[in-house]
């Protein structure tokens, strides 16, 4: 499975969890087939993209009988690491870290937030949604085996944090500040901006308007 996963295109990979999630779901329903044109509907891709990607998964849907749920999950299983669990570290227990640890992740996919840190000592030895916080201090001594973090610290912190991160061994980081991160290159960032992605709904709204249905 990991040598065909090289194969996969970037722009198919990140969709494969949008479709474990609905495919996930029919199979909690009983369904043993479903249609590109039904995945379609509901994942919001068109059906000649959803056929070409599923293509790369070798799912070989037929005309009139669809895909094979059965076969479909336990792929995405494999290929999302659905059988492994990912441990999480969380940086910045405010407002919106917060909202995070009370947030069950393990609803859709395996990862899970295993531990907090804050530089406020009144945070500090609490537990919030279940999570214990630890002083930043702490991090070096307390991150063993934590590939991925999720960054919701101010901004003036996150380069000075992401470095201590990538240090004691993360390889993915989930950037929530505005800041705009260094790491290097075997670090992968993705960045969530909410303000900016909230100001660009509201542009398009204005700017860009859908057509009325007929
Ligand atoms: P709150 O209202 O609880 O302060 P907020 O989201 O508005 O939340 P921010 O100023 O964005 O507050 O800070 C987010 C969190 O990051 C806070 O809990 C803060 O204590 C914590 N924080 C600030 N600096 C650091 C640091 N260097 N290391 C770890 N946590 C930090």
């Known amino acids: 499975m990991s040598t ?16 474990y999630r609905f495919i996930n779901n029919l199979h909690h329903q009983g ?14 891709v068109d059906s000649a993209t959803i056929r ?17 749920v ?15 669990l990912t441990k999480v570290a969380l940086i910045g227990v405010g407002n919106l870290g917060t909202a995070f640890l ?13 531990m907090a840190f804050d530089a406020d ?8 949604g279940g999570v214990s916080v630890y002083h930043i201090d702490q991090l070096e001594d307390m991150l063993k085996n934590t590939d991925v973090a999720i960054l919701t610290v101010p901004s003036s912190e996150a380069q000075n944090i992401t470095e201590r991160l990538v240090e004691a ?20 960032v993705h960045h969530i901006d909410l303000s900016v992605e909230l100001q660009s709904l509201v542009y398009f709204l204005k700017h860009y308007p859908l ?3 007929e």
Request: hydrophobic fraction near 30%; charge should be positive; aromatic fraction near 12%.
């Open 31 to 44: 369904k043993l087939r479903v249609s590109s044109k039904e995945l379609s509907e509901a994942v919001k």
């Open 121 to 128: 000592k009144g945070k500090v030895g609490e537990e919030v």
């Open 70 to 84: 059965e076969y479909l999950l336990s792929f995405f299983r494999k290929t999302l690491d659905q059988d492994e």
């Open 211 to 213: 057509d009325e249905e």
């Open 102 to 114: 009370h947030y069950n992740f393990m609803k859709n996919n395996n990862t899970k937030i295993e």
């Open 169 to 188: 061994g993360v390889s993915g980081i989930l950037n929530f500040t505005p800041a705009r991160i260094t790491v290097p290159d075997h670090v992968r």
């Open 52 to 68: 070409r990607d599923f293509s790369y998964f070798g799912a070989l849907g037929k005309k009139g009988y669809g895909y094979n």
């Open 4 to 19: 065909d996963q090289h194969k996969i295109p970037q722009a198919t990979a990140k969709r494969l969890p949008l479709y």
